[in-house]
Structure formats: structure tokens, C-alpha cells
């Protein structure tokens, strides 16, 4: 029996804002959680590579995830993200984010080493084992270098405390194996895709890790939930074609830049700061942005 089970629909990859020193922003960082409360979203997934994780320093990771967990009240689930290659890394991190009270933790697989499956699968299950949360799996090949095959995702699956998957493999037909490779067990499948989120609804997935809920947090909710309610499917259809050109955005270039650019023009968040060696989005990229969320109205008046 699996110790505890993730709801459906959508969590958010939060970003992570700066000021203008390159300090993190608590009052915004606040805000922004507090703004995804009053969306209802299921959960918020920060210190991945949205909350630009990699380019915190282990202290700010800390602070980072204690303004959430204070901030979220047990209003929704805290599912932070390890970005660790080291299993002894990732064992360290897994054990602070449980402490500081994270609900579930995600497991990145190991990234740069290029393990052969049957090291990721010694990686998971020994992470697992010792894990007082229960874990999700990170498949992120374009971050990684490698992918999680389905075959592997499915003999972790039957781990008593790996409960689900991050999956952000764009191929459906991927996304699909695992899905029915895994459906006799406790296991919840996720794409770490906006624009894969209501087919693989549809296909029997459980939702979403999304970029773009940092952005329309209430309007993704409904997408995927409409998508899990046989009687709604049109509606979520209709959203799904209404807000694809924003998923599509929040990938332009490099993950978060679109999504800070978007919070900034949309009056969300004092600028759109980076920490390098990741840059603000071009200017002309910059300019579609606008195009896009002014045609949904998202822009301030």
C-alpha cells in the first residue's frame, strides 16, 4: 500500500522572482503563491528548473521552500523538485525538504553522468527506500540526457513509495505506454507539458506539472479538471485550443524566461530578472508574448 496518493490536476513549476540585486523576492514570492491558492490549484512544485533551482545557492533553496510551506498553511500540497545528479546529493536534499515540510518530493533523474536504466533504477529505489515522503519521478531528457523509458518508469512504478510521475517527454506515444504500463498500479501519471495536458487527460493521465499556471492558474485548473469530467470535455477542448499558443510560449528560448517575461507585462512581478548565465527574453520574442497575452486579455488595462 502507498503512503499516500497525489490528487489529479495541476501543479504548479513555480518561478522563482528576484529583485533588482539578484536577491530572492520574498513580498512577490509571496504574492505569487497566495495568487495560486485563490486559483485552486492542487499543488505548488517549486525549486525545479522553472524556479531556476540549479542557480540558487543550497541556502536559498531552503529559504525558498520554507516561504512556501508557511505561505500554503496546508492550503494545498508542496512538491519540491531536488535537481541532483548524486544520489547522495539527492538523499541530503530529500531529507531537509521533508523536514522543512514538503508534502512529496520530485526526483530528477541523475543528469550529466548518463547512467545506464539499471543505475537510474538503483538511483530511485534507494532514494526511495529511505525517503520519509513519498516520491515522484522527474523524466526530463532535454535537461538530463537521458529519458525514462516506459519500461523503466513501470518497474519503479511498483515501488511502495513512488507514487507518480513527472513526465516531460512531448511524445504521446510515450506518454501512453506509461500510462498503460502502469495502470494496475498506485501510480499517478503527469506531463511536465502544458501542450500535452488534456491529451493525456484524455488518454488517462492524472495532469499536469505546469509552466503555464504561473501564469493562468485558474484557467489551467480548469482545463485539466474539465478534462477529467466526462461531461466537460468540450469545454476543456476549447480552452486547450484558446490558450496553446501561450504553452507554447513559456518554452521560447529557455524555461522561465517567457513565464517571468509574461508575470512582468501582466504587472505580476517587479521585472523579469534572471539569474545568469540565463538572459531575459529577446525583444522580439518579447514582442509575440505581448501579442499572445493581450489576444487573451491578460494584459493590464
Known amino acids: 500500500m502507498k503512503k499516500d496518493v497525489l490528487k489529479n490536476g495541476v501543479y504548479t513549476l513555480l518561478i522563482t522572482p528576484f529583485k533588482d540585486d539578484g536577491s530572492i523576492d520574498e513580498p512577490n514570492l509571496i504574492k505569487l503563491v ?98 520519509p515522503v513519498p516520491i515522484l519521478l522527474h523524466n526530463a531528457q532535454d535537461r538530463t540526457g537521458i529519458n525514462l523509458e516506459p519500461v523503466t518508469t513501470a518497474h519503479l512504478a511498483k515501488h511502495p513509495n513512488i507514487v507518480g510521475i513527472k513526465d516531460g517527454n512531448k511524445n504521446l506515444d510515450h506518454l501512453a505506454k506509461v500510462i498503460y504500463l502502469t495502470k494496475d498500479d498506485d501510480f499517478k501519471v503527469f506531463t511536465g507539458k502544458d501542450s500535452t495536458a488534456f491529451p493525456l487527460v484524455r488518454f488517462g493521465g492524472a495532469g499536469s506539472f505546469s509552466v503555464s499556471a504561473n501564469i493562468i492558474p485558474y484557467k489551467m485548473n480548469k482545463i485539466v479538471m474539465f478534462a477529467l469530467n466526462n461531461e466537460e470535455v468540450d469545454r476543456a477542448k476549447n480552452s486547450h485550443y484558446k490558450y496553446f499558443n501561450l ?29 545568469l548565465p540565463l538572459t531575459s527574453l529577446t525583444e522580439e520574442k518579447t514582442e509575440k508574448l505581448k501579442f499572445i497575452l493581450n489576444k487573451l486579455n491578460l494584459l493590464p488595462k
Open 34 to 131: 497566495e495568487r495560486q491558492l485563490e486559483a485552486g490549484i492542487k499543488g505548488i512544485a517549486p525549486l525545479g528548473v522553472t524556479g531556476e533551482s540549479p542557480l540558487l545557492t543550497d541556502k536559498e533553496e531552503l529559504k525558498v521552500l520554507r516561504i512556501i510551506v508557511k505561505t500554503v498553511g496546508g492550503k494545498c500540497k508542496v512538491i519540491p523538485d531536488t535537481c541532483a545528479s548524486s544520489l547522495w546529493k539527492a538523499k541530503e536534499k530529500i531529507k531537509i525538504f521533508s523536514d522543512l515540510g514538503a508534502d512529496f518530493i520530485s526526483v530528477f533523474s541523475p543528469f550529466f553522468v548518463l547512467p545506464q536504466p539499471s543505475g537510474v533504477i538503483k538511483f530511485y529505489e534507494e532514494i526511495a527506500d529511505i525517503s
Open 247 to 275: 504553452f507554447e510560449a513559456m518554452r521560447w528560448e529557455t524555461n522561465p524566461m517567457a513565464a517571468k517575461m509574461a508575470l512582468y507585462l501582466m504587472g505580476l512581478l517587479d521585472n523579469s530578472n534572471l539569474r
